[in-house]
């Protein structure tokens, strides 16, 4: 599986994003998919996951009720809709595939996308 993010960008606060994840060469064999940030000199947290075919989301505590994650699973991809942008959220935005390959669970990461919120 190869996951590619894109949309992200230099924005000012309080400003949206869209983030979006496309799996290749599908979503098929994959369980859950999510979204992971990594802030300079931090070390890389979850933002908010679902897992694939229906089921309940995450959110982390910084993201409720600012960020909405969700999928369309005819464009093998998932989104990150991001509201109320803050300083805080700067940094890379990974995405994650927990997949069964074989009957056995292999984690795959995207490349990031780099966010930068100014105030």
């Known amino acids: 599986v190869q996951l590619v993010e894109s949309g992200g960008g230099l924005v000012q606060a309080g400003t949206s994003l869209r983030l979006s994840c496309v799996a290749f060469?599908?979503?098929?064999?994959?369980?859950?998919m999510a979204w992971y940030r990594q802030a300079p000199g931090k070390q890389r947290e979850l933002v908010a996951s679902?897992?694939?075919?229906?089921?309940?989301?995450k959110l982390a505590d910084s993201a409720k009720g600012r960020f909405y994650i969700s999928g369309d699973s005819a464009k093998n991809t998932m989104y990150l809709e991001m509201d109320g942008l803050r300083p805080e959220d700067t940094g890379v935005y990974y995405c994650?595939?927990?997949?069964?390959?074989?009957?056995?669970?292999?984690?795959?990461w995207g490349r990031g996308t780099q966010v930068s919120v100014s105030s």
């Open positions: 060469p599908s979503t098929s064999g994959i369980n859950v």
């Open positions: 994650h595939a927990d997949a069964s390959v074989g009957g056995t669970a292999v984690g795959f």
């Open positions: 679902m897992p694939i075919g229906g089921g309940f989301t």
